[in-house]
């Protein structure tokens, strides 16, 4: 019987000197989507002269509001989709209420859905906020206690 040799793989190492290039979410990308068409709508002139001019403009109003909804269709896989989410559904509310369409969004105080999504987004800029602290306190306990320079030892 033929006893066959074992089949030895290792990987890669990435150099701990480069760091990893993240690439971006759905939502990131549909978010650039967005913000492209959104340029394109305010670059359009608010007192349309015509009826061709106000057609167009309605236009690229309705595209620039598929792409808003492209964006919260994408499932958030981090606080910053959320982030990002929150602030297209804010630009959607402005466009449904007869606002004026803005990414600079303040809540309305005598609207429950205006205070409650401006609620969610002050939640997810604190938890953001700790989340950073952790990961430097945690980088700063590896450094000290001579921990990431141990074998064995994982980043």
């Known amino acids: 019987m033929k006893t ?8 890669k190492a990435v150099p701990a000197t480069e760091p990893k ?13 967005f913000i ?3 340029e394109t709508f305010q670059k359009m002139p608010s ?8 057609r167009a403009w309605e236009a690229q109003l ?3 509001d598929r792409a808003a909804y492209k964006v919260i269709d994408q499932r958030a896989t981090c606080l910053r989709d959320m982030e990002i989410k929150i602030q297209v559904w804010a630009f959607t509310a402005a466009v449904n209420t007869g606002g004026a369409p803005s990414l600079e969004w303040e809540p309305h105080p005598y609207e429950p859905n205006s205070t409650m999504i401006a609620s969610l987004r002050d939640d997810v800029q604190a938890i953001k906020g700790l989340v950073r602290a952790a990961m430097t306190t945690v980088g700063s306990i590896e450094t000290s206690s001579g921990l990431a320079n141990s074998p064995g030892v994982q980043s």
């Open 4 to 11: 066959s040799k074992a089949i030895k793989r290792t990987a």
């Open 47 to 54: 007192n349309e002269r015509t009826e061709e001019e106000h």
């Open 21 to 33: 290039l993240s690439r971006p979410t759905p939502v990131e990308r549909a978010w650039q989507k």
């Open 36 to 38: 492209d068409e959104f």
């Open 62 to 64: 309705r595209a620039t």
